[in-house]
């Protein structure tokens, strides 16, 4: 490992995020996200026959896809972006 006073000021900034990235609660919520993306692609496998195919992609966005999702989320089946007719 590079000493503090050897390294560039990228190099610095680079350890400060990577130091950022493990403060609480980002490991839980990154954790959180990689659950809730897994649960939804099983209900879609359960509820679309052909979803896993090399010609489809799950799309999502914002917090979940950020990798920030907190138990404070509304869930899957609450969630707006679920398209229901």
């Known amino acids: 490992m590079l000493q503090l006073g050897t390294m560039t000021g990228a190099e610095r900034t680079i350890a400060s995020v990577s130091e950022l990235l493990q403060l609480a609660p980002l ?4 954790d959180a996200a990689a659950k809730t993306r897994e649960e ?9 026959g052909k979803y896993t195919s090399e010609d489809t992609s799950l799309v999502v966005f914002g ?3 950020r990798g920030e999702w907190t138990s404070g989320e ?3 089946l609450g969630a ?3 398209g229901r007719t």
Do not use: N
């Open 40 to 48: 939804l692609d099983e209900l879609l496998s359960a509820g679309i």
């Open 63 to 65: 917090s979940l896809a």
């Open 80 to 82: 707006t972006w679920i």
């Open 27 to 30: 490991p839980t919520a990154r």
């Open 74 to 76: 509304s869930g899957l």
